[in-house]
């Protein structure tokens, strides 16, 4: 079956993320696949983040540069929510293409599982927002885009994030209001994107002052420097995404396992870092799947 031809499965989470937001501070660890989507369920995550980023780094084995193509995003969503019913939320990047693209990329990845899509105003293809050398599409391109995305959705409680790179492309003044024409457009949350003081987080709070949800991004050597999620909805950030912080982590323990294996030519040296056979199969609910199986014999 096709990504496009996916029949419509939203999360059967109780609450939907409207209605997380509004009551409270939402925090969403990234996730890449199945797997770490259910780890992060598991941990007790109810709202997790699809990040693009993440996706080229494991799938691709690429830095984020807009190598990432709606087809592999959407199939990899659909297995995530095959396996959680976590609130998702899906780093749309630009939408792949014009407003007509965006509507496309909407309507797949809303059928495939998303509760929210984010949608930023870089040109095609872009780059990580904490990137150098960044280029942006105008302000009124986004606002077709954000218009268009709002069309093309089916449920009203699927949300659109509205996410701008302007401050290091034009400057603070001119990311506020690109976001708030992106707020007049109807977008639903407003994400500006890579601060780089804790002033400007501050500032970004503070001049928007819309009673719309605000994004904080937390990457782990980026520009923006990091804080807690606790300490960010203190500030007025409702929503706190880590998109790529288990990638990092993950990278660094692979790193580490590859050269003791090559070092050792065995695992032994590393067996307190790693999950036995059964460990990992009862992480992954085997025996629930085998009782599962016997119904049906």
Do not use: W
């Not at 792949?96 to 059928?111: H, K, M, Y």
């Not at 998109?243 to 590393?270: H, K």
């Not at 307190?272 to 014999?297: C, H, P, T, V």
Request: negative net charge; glycine residues 8%; hydrophobic residues 40%.
């Amino acid at each position: 079956m096709s990504v496009s031809n996916v029949p419509h499965r939203p999360s059967t989470n109780s609450r939907s993320l409207g209605e997380k937001l509004s009551n409270g501070g939402v925090i969403a660890p990234g996730v890449f696949d199945a797997l770490t989507a259910h780890l992060a369920s598991s941990a007790g995550f109810d709202t997790l983040y699809l990040s693009g980023a993440a996706v080229a780094y494991t799938r691709l084995g690429r830095p984020d540069i807009g190598l990432v193509s709606i087809s592999e995003l959407a199939d990899t969503l659909t297995l995530i929510r095959d396996r959680v019913d976590s609130s998702i939320i899906v780093d749309g990047d630009t939408g792949f293409g014009n407003a007509i693209n965006v509507q496309r990329s909407i309507r797949t990845l809303e059928r495939a599982g998303a509760n929210a899509v984010q949608l930023e105003d870089q040109t095609f293809p872009k780059r990580c927002g904490h990137l150098k050398d960044k280029a942006l599409v105008s302000a009124s391109e986004m606002v077709g885009k954000v218009k268009a995305a709002l069309d093309a959705r089916r449920d009203p409680n699927m949300l659109i994030i509205a996410r701008t790179d302007a401050i290091a492309v034009e400057g603070f003044e001119r990311a506020i209001e690109r976001a708030q024409l992106y707020a007049e457009a109807g977008a639903d949350i407003l994400f500006v994107e890579a601060p780089p003081s804790q002033d400007e987080l501050a500032r970004i709070v503070k001049n928007l002052a819309t009673p719309l949800p605000l994004l904080a991004n937390m990457v782990e050597g980026g520009r923006t420097p990091i804080q807690s999620a606790e300490d960010l909805h203190a500030l007025g950030f409702k929503l706190v995404i880590f998109p790529g912080g288990i990638v990092r982590a993950l990278a660094l323990q692979a790193q580490d396992f590859y050269q003791s294996l090559r070092t050792n030519g065995q695992t032994n040296a590393f067996r307190s870092r790693m999950l036995d056979f059964d460990g990992l199969n009862s992480i992954l609910g085997l025996q629930e799947l085998l009782d599962q199986s016997n119904i049906y014999k």
